[in-house]
């Protein structure tokens, strides 16, 4: 059966025009007018790629990358990275009204590129926890290519940089159009250390907050969140007041866990299990489990110590 619907009396391009600039002049907090100019998605998107290049040289080409090209192929992309990162940087501190924009961008502009090593040997590492922690992986180039959480961990670790920095807007740019890629939404404000994985990938979510110790591992639609937050006289959140959970050293948390607070912690050694919901601190070396309706955390025991890394507590 045809279903008909009441069409609205037919608008002239006229009509619209104007009823969209009456719609400008009246709902106001969504337009952009006679302020600086913004850094647009197209730019953050295009500086999120070329990182990644600097990043992984040899591994996003079009053709294969020869040793003796690299010298001048790494000249050429950090002079292009320079010149786009200062311009979207100089945009972001006009919108803050920050003073001398121009030459802050490009100090802080030279400054991240000047920790790119740094990123990159911390991010090795990154790829060694997912080598290690993930069965399925048959080599390290597969995880490059292939494992969405080397896309968004590596850019979360430029962006907080820039977070560090100061820099307004770009970073969550930047960890904006990992998100968009990966499913996964880690926060630039988020302290990361070293060996990170997230297996999977999917669904995560990481605030500004948290902070995540070395050797960490989580599995997909995990959440470390806020259980809430303070807010002003006039009812607005008060920023950054400590919000999210710190997770230890050497912690698995598997798929779909929540855990919420900012004065919440994980101790070192632990294993949360999968669709755990937690709203208070666990000691190290323990076990986080639902027993029926009920959540266990207990110590673990000597013969449950590579229990939690083979999988075993995703009841």
């Known amino acids: 059966m045809l279903l008909r619907f009441a069409l609205r009396p037919a608008m002239t391009l006229d009509d619209i025009t104007r009823a969209l600039l009456a719609s400008y002049a009246e709902t106001g907090g969504i337009n952009h007018f006679d302020g600086s100019n913004l850094p647009s998605e197209a730019s953050v998107n295009r500086l999120a790629a070329d990182f990644m290049h600097l990043l992984f040289p040899g591994f996003f080409e079009a053709k294969p990358l020869q040793r003796e090209q690299v010298p001048a192929l790494t000249t050429q992309r950090l002079a292009a990275i320079r010149t786009q990162l200062t311009a979207d940087i100089e945009r972001a501190l006009n919108f803050a009204k920050e003073p001398d924009a121009a030459p802050r961008a490009a100090l802080l502009a030279m400054d991240l590129l000047g920790r790119l090593p740094a990123i990159r040997s911390v991010v090795q590492t990154d790829v060694q926890a997912a080598y290690a922690g993930d069965p399925a992986a048959r080599s390290t180039e597969e995880i490059i290519l292939a494992y969405p959480c080397v896309l968004v961990i590596s850019l979360q670790r430029l962006a907080h940089e820039l977070h560090r920095l100061g820099v307004p807007l770009l970073p969550r740019m930047l960890t904006e159009y990992a998100h968009e890629r990966t499913g996964a939404d880690i926060h630039p404000g988020a302290t990361i250390g070293s060996h990170f994985f997230i297996d999977h990938c999917t669904g995560v979510v990481i605030g500004e907050t948290a902070t995540i110790g070395n050797h960490v591992k989580l599995y997909q639609g995990v959440t470390l969140g806020a259980k ?88």
Do not use: C, M
């Open 228 to 315: 809430s937050f303070e807010v002003d006289s006039q009812g607005n959140p008060v920023k950054g007041v400590k919000r999210h959970p710190d997770i230890g050293d050497h912690v698995t948390i598997y798929a779909h866990a929540t855990i919420l607070g900012g004065d919440t912690r994980i101790g070192a050694h632990s294993v949360i299990g999968g669709n755990v919901w937690l709203l208070e601190s666990v000691p190290a070396h323990s076990i986080a489990y639902y027993k029926g309706d009920d959540l266990v955390i207990r110590a673990r025991q000597k013969k449950e110590l590579l229990v939690g890394e083979a999988g075993d507590w995703s009841i």
